[in-house]
């Protein structure tokens, strides 16, 4: 979250000594993320992140045993501490809390525009990732949801003017998950959001990657995708430097093209949500207006250029 939930400060850290054992002497919010809401903690000599989730969110909650084994798989990720009853998260009033170490980095101001080592340290990372060999319960479906999660804005005013690309839209993402399912190609463990927020650079140039709510297996240009998911038009030069250094080929153009649309559409349609339902801060109605265009029909009208970045990346 942007805006720090209405949560008592107090009822938090008193949850972190009850469920953790420690005493917090100072704590301040992190804004990042789009529906949770983060905490930086200090107690004694750590520092720690808390994660509310004020919201039900039973996937990401069944997902934090993976991210444990992630982390004793060698990746640099915030895996989540056990409860003083061994429990990975625990349940409040305000809704769910899960607390991790507290990694130190900072995020890339411009992603993904980033010095060539921060970029191929970001592929063998991805490289890495992408090679466990974990069995996972969750699995990407090539599920299509905007069409029938906007239909109920349709004829708003904040659809309006949108109508008639966003139906061409929807359409041409069905064509291309026909083609993406007709590709063959393999399945890996994958984030499905490395975006600049999720990515952490420390002063030694390592890489660590944040926020697992959604980890699954799916095609590896899922993640690899997401490197041209930026302001627009984006620089084709990061992916091309993260591609000199992963290691997994073939990669299909056809994954390349529905996981570009769909996130495009899936944020589009996130923001019509917002906008459309109100009860949020001025910050956050600002925000998801701008978002409209910023990550949903700017990227979509920019598919066709990544396309090409993707295919002159992938010839070279």
């Known amino acids: 979250m942007l805006i720090e939930p209405a949560v008592d400060r107090g009822s938090l850290t008193s949850a972190v000594h009850l469920y953790y054992g420690l005493t917090v002497t100072a704590m301040e919010f992190v804004p990042v993320g789009w529906g949770t809401a983060g905490y930086r903690l200090w107690a004694g000599k750590s520092q720690y992140f808390l994660k509310l989730w004020p919201r039900e969110a039973p996937g990401a909650l069944a997902r934090l045993p993976i ?151 799916a095609p590896p240009e899922y993640d690899l995708s997401l490197l041209l998911h930026g302001v627009q038009p984006v620089d084709g030069r990061a992916f091309g430097i993260v591609l000199e250094v992963y290691p997994r080929r073939p990669l299909r153009i056809e994954s390349f093209a529905f996981f570009l649309l769909r996130r495009a559409l899936d944020d589009f349609t996130a923001r019509v949500v917002v906008l459309s339902e109100g009860d949020r801060s001025p910050h956050e109605l600002a925000d998801a207006r701008e978002g409209l265009e910023l990550w949903g029909a700017e990227q979509w009208r920019h598919l066709d250029r990544r396309l090409d970045l993707v295919r002159s990346a992938l010839a070279g």
């Open 67 to 217: 991210v444990q084994e992630l982390h004793e798989q060698g990746l640099r990720v915030p895996y989540p501490l056990a409860t003083r009853d061994r429990q990975l998260s625990a349940r409040i009033q305000a809704g769910v809390i899960a607390l991790f170490p507290f990694l130190a980095g900072q995020s890339p101001p411009e992603w993904p525009v980033c010095p060539r080592p921060v970029l191929e340290e970001v592929g063998r990372t991805i490289g890495q990732l992408h090679s466990l060999r974990l069995d996972l319960p969750f699995r990407e479906e090539f599920a299509v949801g905007p069409r029938e999660r906007l239909r109920p804005y349709r004829g708003g005013s904040v659809l309006r003017r949108y109508e008639r690309e966003l139906a061409g839209q929807l359409d041409l993402l069905d064509e291309l998950r026909g083609r993406a399912l007709a590709a063959p190609g393999s399945f890996v463990v994958t984030h499905t959001d490395l975006i600049g927020n999720n990515i952490l650079v420390d002063d030694e140039g390592r890489i660590s990657l944040l926020d697992w709510d959604d980890v699954r297996l």
